[in-house]
């Protein structure tokens, strides 16, 4: 389910971005730019959560042919059976990969932050304090190569640089503070974090790390000093040891563009109100994600995190797999009287729809797991992926009605195997009646 919400979101954010740049990016109205990027992060964090429920509230995304009568049972297998069609074990594997894969790059983004938010604890803990009125001063040794930062209610910067230039420094920090410029970068960070393989994420970190340094430069010039010395201030602090990523820092922001920005002329109210070209973009990420073979993409790589790894599914709780070994991968598998076709059939004549699921039109795919033992009995039913207590109640008892089954082997000798088949329950779709001319 991360994973796509995590697509949704990193499409809408990427249609936020286009019109960002296209629009707004540039212009000295670092207020209206910065309150456009901050509500383009706030609507693709949020609408997913509407687009997903309204994905997984439609019953079928298959075309109606395919409806199938009450009580018959799909052709779908996933895995334990030797006939079903390659091209699913490719799909559901690839699915399952680009899930362990974003997984994997969502931790080391984490790890990688919160290791940056430690580097920040330790300077900060290790420097003097100085409190000024409402916030703190941390002054550390030269041996630190840092530039002046702040994070959250604290001034970070070493002894030379306040004794050189600190009022400046400090003016600069202080429009940091006290616009909340922390609280932007830890949703900045969040996001990149959910989203760490789209390229709108960082690119859009950085446009909110550049406002940020264009509102504090304006303080800075607002309260009274020198262009040119504050200038020649940026020049000299322009290096410095930036593992303080997470923080707002004074050489973090292009020399170049922010000198460029101060003599740029403020812009006038009819320009900010392209602004609004943030709705349309917003209603074109909807609109891909609406798609039906996005959703259904969208839907499956939401179910395959749970129906595509058995391997990963806890261990049966009965008490009888603790005596004997029961095998995921087999060399002969295990096979229901007749082969698969019989099985399908067996169901089908077995199946009883539930009739408060039937009222209620509740339908669905149940994913049901369950061993054959080594004398071909079945035991063990769970289920892996449920649709609501009735369908999941039916297909319990199904699995425990089944006959025997020719027990799977390994090198010829019968063992206990896992199966596991998707059973899914569809009501079929009244006919339209046809109009009389």
């Known amino acids: 389910m991360i994973l796509s919400y995590s697509i ?18 540039g212009k000295r109205q670092h207020a209206v730019n910065r309150g456009m990027i901050l509500l383009s992060y706030a609507v693709s964090l949020i609408i997913p959560i509407a687009i997903l429920v309204a994905i997984f509230q439609t019953s079928s995304i298959e075309p109606e042919i395919s409806v199938i009568k009450i ?20 799909s559901l594997n690839i699915f399952s990969l680009i899930y362990k894969v974003y997984i994997t790059g969502f931790l080391i983004v984490v790890c990688y932050y919160l290791f940056g938010l430690a580097m920040l604890w330790r300077l900060i803990r290790k420097g003097e304090r100085k409190q000024f009125g409402n916030f703190t001063l941390i002054l550390v040794d030269d041996s630190y190569k840092t530039s002046p930062f702040n994070w959250k209610h604290s001034i970070v910067m070493r002894r030379s640089d306040f004794e050189g230039d600190g009022d400046m420094i400090l003016i600069h920090e202080y429009a940091h503070l006290k616009l909340y410029h922390s609280a932007d970068l830890l949703v900045a960070y969040a996001t990149i974090c959910l989203q760490w393989y789209n390229p709108a994420a960082w690119a859009m970190r950085e446009e909110l790390r550049d406002i940020h340094e264009y509102q504090a430069d304006e303080s800075v010039i607002e309260s009274g000093v020198n262009v040119k010395e504050y200038q020649m201030l940026l ?18 922001s292009k020399l170049q563009k922010r000198v460029t920005m101060m003599y740029n002329k403020k812009t006038s109210l009819r ?3 392209f602004a609004l070209a943030l709705i349309p973009a917003i209603g074109a990420g909807i ?22 790894l058995p391997e990963t599914i806890s261990p049966v709780s009965d008490e009888t797999t603790k005596e004997r070994e029961v095998f995921v991968a087999v060399q002969d598998q295990a096979e229901f009287p007749g082969g698969m076709p019989n099985l399908m059939h067996w169901l089908s004549e077995h199946v009883n729809y539930p009739k408060e699921a039937e009222k209620a039109n509740i339908q669905g795919r149940v994913i049901i797991k369950f061993i054959i033992e080594a004398d071909g009995s079945v035991t063990n039913p769970q289920i892996v992926k449920g649709v609501s207590p009735e369908l999941d109640k039916e297909a319990i008892r199904l699995v425990r009605a089944m006959p025997k089954w ?5 090198n010829g000798t019968n063992v206990a195997s896992y199966f596991t088949i998707p059973i899914s329950f569809k009501l079929k779709a009244d006919t339209p ?5």
């Open 235 to 252: 020049l000299k602090r322009a290096v410095g040891y930036g593992y303080q990523s997470l923080a707002n820092s004074l050489n973090h």
């Open 8 to 25: 949704i979101s990193s499409i809408i954010l990427a249609f936020c971005y286009i019109a960002y740049r296209i629009f707004m990016a």
């Open 433 to 437: 009646k046809e109009e009389n001319d």
């Open 271 to 273: 320009r900010r109100l």
């Open 406 to 410: 020719t027990p799977a082997k390994n």
């Open 71 to 90: 009580g018959e049972i799909s052709e779908e297998f996933v895995d334990g059976n030797a006939n079903a069609d390659p091209g699913d074990f490719i």
């Open 287 to 308: 609109a891909v994600t609406s798609i039906p073979s996005v959703a259904g993409v969208l839907k499956s790589i939401a179910e395959s995190s749970v129906e595509n």
